[in-house]
């Protein structure tokens, strides 16, 4: 192992030009990975902020008794979906209309009798706030007998999932172009290495060496590389990060395990490319 990880360091001497260019191409390709994933992460904080405001109404019937209601507010924080479970009375919707609807402020003040009902508000949890469990919680709570109606705008809530499945699709079918165009980058460059130094690789075919024993520097070789453009590639989306919430718009940036999973991926994706490189070239000598 010591032998290996000095003949991959060696390379790095040997050919310091060459490899600074592989590990600026790889940290480019991972810095555009970076800038799509920046989006992702973005995109998907904005979805789950939409998604928080899912919530379904249950309107009560008059004369409903304040013990009943107390009651079904327990049962229905029960439900495996519901975070809360919170009962605004008649003369609160109305303070909150007036308070929200600003428009009609002074007709609701003009009211001789308050038209609104009392209801119960539900908030479900992370997780639950897709149209399948909305509206299995919303049938349970037609079920009850002193429900009146219920609602949960199922249109704006269809059209939060058709959103979370496309943004899901783009980037996974995004993600992985940008992956495979990665791994070929880096292939391409381990390869340039593999070539310069192909007489070497032949002759140590010549007196004995072994596949593996061969191919062992170029995979840590290719490994180093892809882990150092990783580092670099978290280091470029963070500076694009600082200028965009500095100039453009307020963001947010990759957690520390995001960040730690691209540095991975560049290592992974390193390795990968130098199997497939070295490969091909020993399959010839």
């Known amino acids: 192992m010591t032998l290996t990880m000095r003949e991959a360091l060696l390379a790095f001497r040997r ?65 495996p979906e519901v975070a809360s479970a919170g009962f605004v009375s008649e003369d609160s919707a109305l303070a909150k209309a007036r308070h929200e609807l600003v428009e009609f402020r002074d007709l609701l003040r003009e009211l001789e009798r308050n038209p609104l009902p009392a209801s119960i508000e539900v908030k479900l949890k992370p997780g639950y706030r897709d149209a399948g469990h909305v509206n299995a919680v919303a049938d349970r709570l037609r079920g009850l007998t002193f429900v009146a109606d219920v609602r949960f705008g199922r249109e704006w809530v269809d059209k939060l999932d058709r ?21 070929i980058i880096i292939g391409t460059t381990i390869r340039m290495a593999v070539l310069q130094r192909s007489r070497e690789i032949a002759i140590m075919r010549l007196v ?28 470029l989306s963070f500076a694009a990060y ?44």
């Open 208 to 235: 004995g060496a072994t596949n593996g024993f061969v191919r062992r520097p170029f995979l840590l070789q290719g490994a180093l590389k892809g882990l150092l453009g990783g580092v670099f590639a978290i280091g």
């Open 15 to 79: 050919a310091p030009l060459l490899s600074a260019l592989s590990v600026t191409t790889i940290a480019f390709s991972l810095f555009v990975l970076g800038l799509f994933g920046l989006v992702a992460v973005n995109l998907r904080q904005a979805l789950r902020g939409v998604a928080e405001r899912v919530e379904i109404v249950a309107y009560l019937l008059p004369g409903t008794p304040i013990e009943t209601v107390t009651l079904a507010e327990q049962d229905i924080e029960t439900f």
């Open 163 to 183: 959103l979370r499945r496309i943004a899901g699709a783009v980037g996974i079918v995004v993600g992985a172009a940008f992956a495979i165009v990665a791994v």
């Open 242 to 285: 600082s200028l965009i919430n500095r100039y453009l718009i307020a963001s947010s940036f990759f957690s520390v395990g995001q960040a730690f999973g691209i540095v991975v991926f560049g290592t992974v994706i390193g390795l990968m490319g130098s199997l497939l490189s070295v490969g091909r070239h020993l399959r010839r000598v």
